[in-house]
């Protein structure tokens, strides 16, 4: 059974950095592609960065590209978002998502077959 939890939201101020995690469990043969979503209220939910396995492919939305960065750590099973510079227009809850299997176009959700439940982020 495949498990991926966040954690690390907060209410920041504009201009401050935060840092995300997600923990997962299960087998790793479902954790071939991971990724970060967001959803903001009344909006889509879009995608923010994506990682292959071996770390050696990142991509990142238009939106986030040179704020923020994804890390995985495969010894420790804990994906990370590290984000600098957040605007209010990051306020959004954030999930992370695993896909057996590569995923191109980047972001392309109906790949990702787990996710986990959110963390809410709030900058004002």
């Known amino acids: 059974q495949v498990q991926l939890v966040e954690s690390g939201g907060a209410s920041v101020q504009t201009g401050t950095s935060l840092r995300l995690s997600c923990a997962r469990s299960?087998?790793?043969?479902?954790?071939?592609?991971m990724a970060w979503f967001r959803q903001a209220p009344g909006e889509e939910r879009e995608g923010v960065a994506q990682?292959?396995?071996?770390?050696?492919?990142?991509y990142y939305g238009p939106s986030v590209k040179d704020r923020f960065t994804i890390a995985l750590d495969n010894k420790q099973n804990i994906l990370t978002l590290q984000m600098w510079n957040l605007k209010p227009d990051d306020t959004a809850i954030y999930s992370c998502?695993?896909?057996?299997?590569?995923?191109?176009?980047?972001?392309?959700?109906?790949?990702?077959?787990?996710w986990g439940q959110g963390t809410q982020v709030t900058v004002s």
């Open positions: 998502a695993s896909a057996p299997t590569s995923v191109w176009p980047p972001f392309d959700q109906k790949r990702f077959l787990y």
């Open positions: 299960g087998d790793p043969s479902n954790f071939y592609t």
């Open positions: 990682i292959s396995p071996a770390g050696g492919s990142k």
